[in-house]
């Protein structure tokens, strides 16, 4: 399975929460993400998983190998989004539901 078949698997399980815009709902940036109250929680970049977490937790999954910090192609990684790794063998599902969660407060 593809990254963007995992993304869209994901989009499907999580579209329907309260708050939540599936992708397509918005123009520009972040047009395939998915969105709670109008921000964006995950996306699929470049074929990798991006989630927006705490930074302490994205401290942890880069410390751990699990992704690098995300970079929008600016030049500077940014401290509380992960572009989780290809090789990473965590589930997509609860890292969503936890950056849902980090986003929706």
Known sequence: MTPE????ELVDRLAGLPDVTPPGA???FGRSALRVRGRIFTMCVRGQLVLKLPKARVDELVAAGEGVRFDADKGTPM??????APGSTMAWLPLAREAHDFVRK
Do not use: P
């Open 5 to 8: 078949e995992r993304f869209e």
């Open 26 to 28: 918005t123009q520009g």
């Open 79 to 84: 401290k509380e989004w992960l572009s989780l």
